[in-house]
Every structure is written in structure tokens, then in C-alpha cells.
RNA sequence: UGGGGUGUGGCCAAGUUGGUAAGGCAGCGGAUUCUGGUUCCGUGAACCGGGGGUUCGAAUCCCUCCACCCCAGCCA
């Protein structure tokens, strides 16, 4: 899959890793990685760094990358997300082939290593409550206490998992637990719990199981079975690394992978935790996962991201073990990149003003040729748009009394319309009652056209649509979640610091004809002087097309009359 | 106060055997431009968390201190 490859690639610490297995012959030189998700929720952007990681690195190197299912907790997942993950990780632009598993997939494997264990004398069943449990194991700073059924006899242990696994035993009642030591300074190996009864259908095997493994047995036990090289997970299992490598080492297994772990990925202006992603929904705040704000696959899907700016992202925020929070420019950045060079421009006036253009006829049209793409004209071709006495401007385009470095239009000033004429304006209608700008009176310069004024210059271009030929549109800007680069690190309540503008709805805006013709929808435009916009084809209707606003275009104006608190500002 | 981690310019982050600090984003200048966009040049005072030490020489080695993150689910 080399077209699902980012361009830039840079050194990090688990490349050095692998590179230095595969130079000492590890593994065979293999590479096997995987991206192990649970069904229990969507994929943030977080998850497409980890999924871009394990492909990437398989891909490096010649490998291979399992998309697995960690499904061993019945009660948190549901088969609804795992078609809604494979999607996502399709979107993103990866292809794990024939190597998709899931962890009930082994659940009877899982169970024949738990009696091994216990044959071994390394596991027993433990009849401590659950809050006796808690009790016994101690704390950071004192050890626990071991439990009383620990130096159960082996065929004891052995016949009460055989029923606790027949479904004899009440949920919490009983537990298969690793006999490691209740003393270790590190709170996993105070005999962890490996197997809990669970009275609840699994998604996937149904009710063949009521006793279920817990992730630490499971996960290193499925690499190991899938024969995985490097296990790639985030920091906080870094305490649970001696475990991974406990059971490996008490079992009869097929491989022993590595567990790598990585700081986890955090963007400013927005949350990626589950929970409060979770919570925005419950709240209403958003729509659902898909809303086009959140930072979820499935939202910035929605809202008119690509796969090519999202895997590009991952490279370019790197890799590496400390906390951190990446810029939200970053991405911002990332999308613009991929967008620039490869999207039509067209003119769309969000917010109309009316400008009538004293002196051109009032029944005369001309067709204004137009490129698609300006850098580079020949590249998208041109289209034909219409000029008329009547057009519209943005409203921002127009100042009646103009700060010192505005150089659009205000009374008495010409401006340049965008493939088109110059025009100055001579008067201001308005409201009467209100005092707000209604109309502009303007001339053009019959001589304007496609060539420099004379005898004076004209600073700005802005611009415009033909106020009878517009198409209407329906414009959905959208801005970041939370007015604050850390909103769960602020203290207080993150729900503090709601971006209330985070949709602004537009819905008078027009577009050029031209739209008719390009307008596909999943098209994606750049509006000229406003941003990048996404047709979105659920919203869309047979008569009115509505865009979602992927990401602003820079504005240096912005900057310049002090940032009105908008997607490029901070 | 136990264990596990991390600290390189505003934000990420290279730096692998010590030789005297990449790159990206953001910012700031300027050039080009019928998008205040793009592109192109240029630019930033980095005590490499602090303090000791070893060394001709340390971000890289040693000691020590400080800060921050994670861990007491029968969650993952």
C-alpha cells in the first residue's frame, strides 16, 4: 500500500527498536505489529495515530498489521462498533487482508492456558469478594496480604475453574487469579485476577462462556499466539509490561512479542478521552460520535477531512514517550496542505450584500472565465461565470468607516472583483430604522478588465456572485470544541469551557453556477478568500447543497484587527 | 512517604557509539500574487529541568535535587 504513505518519515524511538531487531535477526527479521481496539466506542484521532503506527511500521518493514478485537469484557462491547471500527480503519487507507481476529476467537485456547497455569501451581481460584480483594491488595505504599485460597491445593483450584467455567458459581464469587506476589511494589503482580464469571451473552461466542479473561491475559497471550513482533500500546501499560512478560514466561507459547509502549496523543482545543468525547454526546453538546467537531474518525470524516491529511498528521506530530499536547494548528495545518494543490476553487459569498453596479446595463451578462485552480490554470480548467448589474460581496468586504490597513471596499473606494472589473463605491443604502447596510451603489471600470488600473493601484480583490444566477447554499462553520488549549487539564469541569460559536449555520449563502456542474456530492472546494468546504452527501438535498467547513483559510487580516476568537486564532 | 515513566526554543520532536543542538507547526520580516490564501526567501537569545562531577570536550556518562504524568477495576 505505498499511496497510504506519508512522504516525510523521521527517525523515532521504536524505529530504532525495530530496526535493530531486524539487524540482529529477531524474530526472523519479521515484523508483525497490531492494532487491538475494543468495540465498546468510535475511533478518535488518537486511535488513527496508533493505527497509522502499527500499519506504518509493518509497511516499513515488510510486515504485517492484524486488526484484532479486544472483546473479552461482554458487558462494555457491542458488535455495532466493530464494523464501525473496520470502516474507519478502511477510511484511513489501510488494508489488514486476511489477518483480522478477535479475542473470543481464542477464548477456548485462553482457557486451556489458564489450566496450564494452575497446573503449574502459578494460578488459583480465589473466593475473596471483590471488595475483600480491593481490601487484601494492599496499597502503593503497603504491601497486601495474601489470600486465604492461594495455597489451595492444584486439584482444587483445577475442579472449582472447571465449574466456575460450567457456570456452578455466581458472578463475583469466585476468580482465577495468578499466584505472582502480594508484596511487589507494583500493584499488577499482587496475584492479579485472570478470569471473572460473567452471566453475560458475548456478542460474538453468545453464551458458550460465563467466565471471561482479563485484558492482561488475554492481549499477551493473543500476540503471542498471532505471532506478533511488536506489541505497540500507550504509556499507561507500562506497569503492566512485567505482566505481559510473567504469563508469557509461565506458558507454553508459540512467541514471545515486545510490548512497546508510547506517550498517547492529545490535541489542544478538544478532549480524546472516551469518557468526556462520551459525555459531549450525552449532553447534547454534539450530535453523536459523528458529529462534525468531534475529533473522532467518523466526525472528521464528516466534516470533510481526508485519510491523506490525517496519516500525515500522525508523521508529522512524531513519536515519543513524553506527554504532550499537539497544537490543533497542526492538524489544521495538515489538512490545508493536502487540500491546497488539489482542490477547485470557487466563489461563494456567505453573507450577501447587494451591489448594484450603477453603471452597467441592467439586462447585460458577461461570461468572466474563471480557473479552477488559479496557481496553476490549465491544471483544473476554467468555468464561466456571470457577471450582472446586480451582485452580491461579503458583508465583511465592506466597511463604511475602515480601520488603517482594510483594503476592501468602503465608501469612495475601488476595489477589484475577483476575475472581474474594478468597482468603487458611490453610495450606502440604509436601513432606515436599523442604521444597517443594506445596498451598495458602485461604477465599474469598463477598462478594468484583466489588466492593471490606471494611474492608481488597487490593493484588495475580493469576491462576489451574481445576484440572479447564484446558487443558495447552506454553510456549516465549524470551529473548535473548547475555547482553551487544555480543557481537561484546566481544573473544573471541562464542560466549562465550551466553545459556544463551535457551529455558526449559514443559511443564505450563494454560490457561482458553476457549482451545478462541479458540485458532486463528497466534493471538496475552496472557497475563495474563506476556506476549504466538503459537499456533505448525507446533509445535501436534490435542491439546496449544504457544505460543511473543513478548516479556514490563514488570514493575516484576522491577526490584524486582533482575532475575533475563530478557527485561526488562538 | 512504594513502583513505573518523562523533562531539548511558544507547540510537537530529531539527536543510537560523548565532539560542541535537525525538521515540522506557530510567530516575525520580505518577494511573488486579480485569493490579506498558496509559493519563495529570510528570521528567531534553546542556560538541552536545576546543581555537582568525569572528560581535552557531555543534551548524550556518573551523582544529586526538582517538576510533571501513570498505577490500589472481578475495565481496556
Known amino acids: 500500500m505505498p499511496e497510504t504513505?506519508?512522504?516525510?518519515?523521521?527517525?523515532?524511538?521504536?524505529?530504532?527498536?525495530?530496526?535493530?531487531?531486524?539487524?540482529?535477526?529477531?524474530?526472523?527479521?519479521?515484523?508483525?505489529?497490531?492494532?487491538?481496539?475494543?468495540?465498546?466506542?468510535?475511533?478518535?484521532i488518537g486511535h488513527a495515530k496508533s493505527i497509522c503506527l502499527n500499519?506504518?511500521?509493518?509497511?516499513?518493514?515488510?510486515?504485517?498489521?492484524?486488526?484484532?478485537?479486544?472483546?473479552?469484557?461482554?458487558?462494555?462491547?457491542?458488535?455495532?462498533?466493530?464494523?464501525?471500527?473496520?470502516?474507519?480503519?478502511?477510511?484511513?487507507?489501510?488494508?489488514?487482508?486476511?489477518?483480522?481476529?478477535?479475542?473470543?476467537?481464542?477464548?477456548?485456547?485462553?482457557?486451556?492456558?489458564?489450566?496450564?497455569?494452575?497446573?503449574?501451581?502459578?494460578?488459583?481460584?480465589?473466593?475473596?469478594?471483590?471488595d475483600e480483594i480491593r481490601e487484601y491488595r494492599g496499597t502503593p505504599t503497603q504491601p497486601g496480604r495474601e489470600s486465604p485460597y492461594r495455597n489451595r491445593p492444584i486439584r482444587e483450584s483445577l475442579d472449582l475453574f472447571r465449574r466456575m467455567?460450567?457456570?456452578?458459581?455466581?458472578?463475583?464469587?469466585?476468580?482465577?487469579?495468578?499466584?505472582?506476589?502480594?508484596?511487589?511494589?507494583?500493584?499488577?503482580m499482587r496475584d492479579p485476577v485472570v478470569y471473572r464469571i460473567r452471566k453475560q451473552p458475548h456478542p460474538r461466542t453468545g453464551d458458550k462462556w460465563c467466565i471471561y479473561p482479563?485484558?492482561?491475559?488475554?492481549?499477551?497471550?493473543?500476540?503471542?499466539?498471532?505471532?506478533?513482533?511488536?506489541?505497540?500500546?500507550?504509556?499507561?501499560?507500562?506497569?503492566?509490561?512485567?505482566?505481559?512478560?510473567?504469563?508469557?514466561?509461565?506458558?507454553?507459547?508459540?512467541?514471545?512479542?515486545?510490548?512497546?509502549?508510547?506517550?498517547?496523543?492529545?490535541?489542544?482545543?478538544?478532549?480524546?478521552?472516551?469518557?468526556?468525547?462520551?459525555?459531549?454526546?450525552?449532553?447534547?453538546?454534539?450530535t453523536g460520535w459523528g458529529d462534525p467537531r468531534m475529533p473522532t474518525i467518523k466526525g472528521l470524516r464528516k466534516r470533510g477531512y481526508t485519510p491523506?491529511?490525517?496519516?500525515?498528521?500522525?508523521?508529522?506530530?512524531?513519536?515519543?514517550?513524553?506527554?504532550?499536547?499537539?497544537d490543533m494548528a497542526m492538524l489544521e495545518n495538515a489538512i490545508r496542505d493536502d487540500l491546497d494543490p488539489k482542490v477547485p476553487r470557487?466563489?461563494?459569498?456567505?453573507?450577501?450584500?447587494?451591489?448594484?453596479?450603477?453603471?452597467?446595463?441592467?439586462?447585460?451578462?458577461?461570461?468572466?472565465k474563471a480557473p479552477y485552480y488559479p496557481n496553476d490554470p490549465e491544471k483544473m480548467g476554467y468555468r464561466q461565470t456571470p457577471f450582472t448589474r446586480e451582485i452580491f460581496i461579503e458583508q465583511d468586504d465592506f466597511m463604511e468607516d475602515p480601520p488603517k490597513k482594510f483594503f476592501r471596499l468602503a465608501p469612495g473606494r475601488e476595489v477589484r472583483l475577483r476575475f472581474s472589473y474594478i468597482i468603487k463605491c458611490v453610495d450606502v443604502v440604509k436601513d432606515p430604522r436599523t442604521g444597517e447596510v443594506i445596498e451598495l451603489h458602485c461604477t465599474y471600470d469598463p477598462d478594468s478588465l484583466g489588466k492593471k488600473p490606471v494611474g492608481r493601484k488597487v490593493k484588495g480583490t475580493i469576491h462576489w456572485v451574481s445576484a440572479n444566477q447564484g446558487v443558495p447554499a447552506i454553510l456549516k462553520l465549524y470551529d473548535r470544541l473548547f475555547t482553551v488549549p487544555n480543557p481537561a487539564g484546566e481544573g473544573g469541569n471541562f464542560m466549562d469551557y465550551l466553545n459556544p460559536s463551535s457551529l455558526e449555520v449559514v443559511r443564505n449563502a450563494v454560490i457561482e453556477p458553476a457549482i451545478k456542474d462541479v458540485g458532486k456530492p463528497g466534493a471538496r472546494f475552496q472557497f475563495e478568500r474563506k476556506g476549504f468546504y466538503f459537499l456533505d452527501?448525507?446533509?445535501?438535498?436534490?435542491?439546496?447543497?449544504?457544505?460543511?467547513?473543513?478548516?479556514?483559510?490563514?488570514?493575516?487580516?484576522?491577526?490584524?484587527?486582533?482575532?475575533?476568537?475563530?478557527a485561526h486564532t488562538k
Not at 460450567?166 to 508484596?183: H, N, Q, S, Y
Not at 507454553?252 to 506517550?263: N, R, T
Not at 445535501?540 to 449544504?546: A, E, I, N
Open 5 to 44: 504513505q506519508p512522504t516525510r518519515k523521521r527517525g523515532n524511538f521504536i524505529r530504532t527498536i525495530i530496526e535493530r531487531d531486524i539487524a540482529q535477526g529477531k524474530n526472523n527479521g519479521q515484523v508483525v505489529t497490531r492494532f487491538p481496539p475494543e468495540p465498546n466506542g468510535y475511533l478518535h
Open 55 to 130: 500499519f506504518g511500521f509493518a509497511a516499513d518493514y515488510n510486515g504485517r498489521c492484524h486488526l484484532r478485537f479486544d472483546d473479552t469484557n461482554p458487558i462494555k462491547e457491542d458488535v455495532e462498533f466493530i464494523e464501525a471500527i473496520k470502516e474507519d480503519v478502511r477510511w484511513l487507507g489501510f488494508d489488514w487482508g486476511k489477518y483480522e481476529y478477535h479475542a473470543s476467537d481464542y477464548f477456548e485456547r485462553l482457557y486451556q492456558y489458564a489450566e496450564e497455569l494452575i497446573m503449574k501451581g502459578k494460578a488459583y481460584v480465589c473466593e475473596l469478594g471483590p
Open 165 to 188: 467455567r460450567a457456570g456452578e458459581f455466581a458472578e463475583g464469587t469466585r476468580v482465577l487469579r495468578a499466584k505472582i506476589d502480594m508484596a511487589s511494589p507494583n500493584l499488577n
Open 214 to 286: 482479563m485484558y492482561d491475559f488475554a492481549h499477551c497471550l493473543s500476540d503471542a499466539i498471532e505471532g506478533v513482533t511488536h506489541s505497540l500500546c500507550t504509556l499507561e501499560f507500562e506497569d503492566h509490561r512485567p505482566l505481559y512478560d510473567w504469563f508469557l514466561d509461565q506458558l507454553d507459547v508459540p512467541s514471545h512479542p515486545q510490548q512497546i509502549e508510547f506517550a498517547r496523543l492529545n490535541i489542544s482545543y478538544t478532549v480524546l478521552s472516551k469518557r468526556m468525547l462520551r459525555q459531549l454526546i450525552d449532553e447534547g453538546v454534539v
Open 308 to 326: 491523506e491529511s490525517i496519516r500525515q498528521f500522525s508523521e508529522d506530530v512524531g513519536l515519543a514517550k513524553a506527554n504532550s499536547i499537539v
Open 346 to 368: 470557487l466563489m461563494c459569498v456567505h453573507k450577501p450584500l447587494k451591489v448594484v453596479i450603477d453603471n452597467y446595463e441592467e439586462s447585460r451578462v458577461e461570461y468572466m
Open 537 to 566: 452527501p448525507e446533509d445535501s438535498t436534490p435542491d439546496m447543497f449544504v457544505f460543511n467547513r473543513i478548516v479556514s483559510l490563514k488570514s493575516k487580516w484576522e491577526r490584524i484587527r486582533g482575532g475575533a476568537g475563530t
